[in-house]
């Protein structure tokens, strides 16, 4: 058995078997990582110890922390970790707040100590929450206290977590009041390079929630494949986007990437099209993450970027269209660097830079990583022929005690659900998905998580979930709904089933467009045939 710092061992006893984890590849010389790593040392801690903890690490609105700032922030939180409430290396720690300083601080801490980070989504509501508890036996929580309704109501239902504290609370039971009895000193856990200190969830398209583990050499990883090769950054860059910390989209884009080369970050609560522009003047980004429906929104007011601090543009979470590069480029001149990540592989893979670039083709596959389009049978496509998305590199996927896994990795192969096409060059041509994701506006939304929460509104019969184009969101949400006998098919029936779907799960989940039906199709047996409600609203535009 190799050497392990978790004493709770929940993650390891649930990896996926061996002969169904991906081949992993660590062919770069900056893959070859000591077997005891604890990310927070080369991303934070190493900083600060080689005398650069006077820099700028993070701002936001009224705050300014530099490197040396944040360790003492983590270090005083790690403290109330492991002396307060009693965790151990490998438990669970679930973090919930919107994109600010102490929630990067949290995360540190639970690197430090040697536990395994939670993120959720600030909109989840207390149904998905209870989910994600169970499914990775949380113990303990770190929360806003602007967020405490919802987890409040999941912890009444959750026995595993026993342990909860809230941050950016001035009370006497606050975090920051335990925090303030604690040392800024804090001896970082000595764990493992395969250690899990992540678990990522992804909407399945069951609708059940998976959970991707990524060890501390994941994070490692995912900086320095794809920001030194394609990004290209400096200390001297300031990092700004919109993706949550929850997602690794934006844990890497707004604070693993900027850390790992001592740049800084500027993490904003806000991320409209308005507070994005402004933000950009007054912190002078010059690098910005954000979804292609974020960057067709702000075209329209992008004016004053340009010419401005902002350098390199960022897009990914959606297929970017050819249409918004050039949108975006006719409005700033900048063009977009475009790219594909996943949860399961942590972070982009497929990606190319402002002078590679080409409309309406991803990239090529980032180094460290190798691509394929796979034919039905498994085997390489020809070249422009469509198939299955298929990817190697130094992060894959594992699966949290899932038997989806066996789905994802195939023969080594990280099998995305992507459908894509390979040109001469080696460039890739997004598709469609080959499953029942819908991706709008950046978000994952599973069509059946949907479905569940219209089949509890009482006037509902039965109901299915599609995503339709739109030129907007790239996709939105359609609901094709079966009522009950004496319920009426009215705009004001569609407004109350919408407004219930905003109320059972996380908002943005809400069907954007309802449509009334006598019935849905079906097999024989019974199940519900989403190809032919997909193929009956093709084309479509909302």
Not at 32 to 47: I, K, S, V
Not at 260 to 279: C, K, M
Not at 501 to 524: D, M
Request: a neutral charge.
């Amino acid at each position: 058995m190799t050497y392990s710092a978790h004493v709770d061992t929940f993650t390891r006893d649930n990896l996926p078997p061996a002969e169904q984890q991906p081949e992993f590849l660590f062919d770069l010389p900056e893959l070859q990582f000591p077997e005891r790593l604890n990310c927070a040392d080369p991303l934070l801690d190493d900083h600060v110890a080689q005398g650069r903890g006077d820099r700028v690490c993070i701002q936001a609105p009224g705050l300014r922390w530099t490197y040396a700032d944040l360790q003492a922030q983590a270090n005083r939180i790690a403290n109330v970790l492991v002396k307060d409430l009693g965790v151990v290396p490998g438990n669970r720690v679930l973090l919930r707040a919107p994109n600010n300083p102490m929630m990067a601080a949290c995360w540190f801490a639970v690197m430090k100590a040697g536990a395994v980070a939670v993120a959720t989504m600030p909109l989840l509501r207390a149904k998905e929450l209870k989910h994600v508890i169970a499914k990775a036996r949380v113990t303990h929580a770190l929360c806003d206290l602007r967020l405490a309704e919802e987890l409040k109501l999941a912890a009444a239902e959750s026995p595993d977590l026993k342990h909860i504290r809230w941050f950016n609370d001035a009370s006497a039971d606050g975090l920051e009041a335990a925090m303030a009895k604690h040392s800024a000193v804090f001896r970082n856990v000595d764990t493992a390079r395969d250690d899990t200190c992540i678990l990522a969830f992804t909407s399945g398209t069951t609708g059940q929630p998976k959970a991707t583990m990524h060890f501390h050499r994941d994070v490692m990883a995912s900086c320095v494949c794809w920001p030194p090769h394609v990004l290209r950054p400096t200390a001297d860059d300031v990092f700004m986007g919109t993706p949550p910390l929850a997602f690794t989209f934006g844990l890497g884009g707004l604070l693993l990437f900027p850390l790992s080369i001592g740049a800084s970050t500027v993490l904003l609560e806000q991320g409209g099209p308005q507070d994005l522009v402004d933000a950009v003047l007054k912190y002078k980004a010059t690098i910005l993450f954000t979804a292609p429906t974020s960057y067709r929104a702000i075209a329209a007011i992008a004016g004053p970027l340009r010419g401005s601090t902002l350098k390199k543009c960022v897009s990914a979470g959606e297929a970017l269209p050819a249409a918004t590069r050039a949108l975006w480029k006719e409005a700033t001149g900048i063009e977009m660097i475009d790219g594909i990540g996943a949860t399961e592989l942590m972070h982009i893979f497929i990606s190319a830079d402002e002078k590679e670039a080409r409309p309406g083709a991803t990239g090529k596959a980032v180094p460290g990583y190798v691509a394929c389009v796979m034919d039905d049978e498994g085997r390489p496509a020809p070249l422009g022929q469509v198939g299955k998305l298929a990817v190697k590199g130094p992060t894959g996927c594992r699966y949290l005690a899932d038997e989806r896994q066996a789905r994802y990795v195939i023969d080594g192969w990280n099998y995305t659900g992507d459908a894509y096409s390979r040109d001469g060059d080696g460039y890739f041509h997004y598709h469609s998905r080959t499953d029942d994701m819908i991706i709008s506006a950046g978000y994952n939304i599973a069509g059946p998580e949907v479905e569940d929460a219209l089949l509890r509104h009482p006037k509902v019969a039965e109901c299915g979930v599609i995503g339709i184009v739109d030129a907007e969101r790239g996709q939105i949400v359609k609901a094709i709904v079966v009522l009950r006998p004496g319920a009426d098919p009215t705009p004001e029936t569609a407004k109350e089933l919408q407004d219930f779907v905003k109320q059972t799960i996380a908002p943005y989940k809400y069907p954007r467009s309802v449509e009334f039906a006598a019935a849905l199709p079906r097999t024989e047996t019974g199940k519900l045939q989403r190809f032919r409600l997909r193929q009956t609203n093709q084309g479509e535009n909302r």
